[in-house]
Nanobody, 118 residues
Framework: QVQLVESGGGLVQPGGSLRLSCAAS????????MNWYRQAPGKEREFVAG????????NYADSVKGRFTISRDNAKKTVYLQMKSLKPEDTAVYYC???????????WGQGTQVTVSS
């Protein structure tokens, strides 16, 4: 059974930090590109960050560059999103997605809420 379980969300003040985790099971984690997306109320889901399965190359949305860092631990089958200098506009439900383009397969987690507010 495929599972992606996000954790680490919560309420944080502007300027604060959070680290999100996404634990995977039920598929060959190391073969998948892992991504973080987010969806704010009334808005479409948007890409935040991604990390490739091999070489670990990363890419980020312009809105989070320099503040967020994505990483993965293939041994633990977990992907992380370290978020710093958080802003109110970062408030959203954050989702992780696993994608293997070669076989056109992807999986989504259930999301974790991040709220940035004073």
């Amino acid at each position: 059974q495929v599972q992606l379980v996000e954790s680490g969300g919560g309420l944080v003040q502007p300027g604060g930090s959070l680290r999100l985790s996404c634990a995977a099971s039920g598929f060959t984690f190391r073969s998948y590109t892992m991504n973080w997306y987010r969806q704010a109320p009334g808005k479409e889901r948007e890409f935040v960050a991604g990390i490739r399965s091999t070489a670990g190359s990363t890419n980020y949305a312009d809105s989070v560059k320099g503040r967020f860092t994505i990483s993965r631990d293939n041994a633990k089958k977990t992907v992380y999103l370290q978020m710093k200098s958080l802003k109110p506009e970062d408030t959203a439900v954050y989702y992780c997605k696993a994608r293997w383009g070669l076989i056109n397969r992807e999986y989504w987690g259930q999301g974790t809420q991040v709220t940035v507010s004073s």
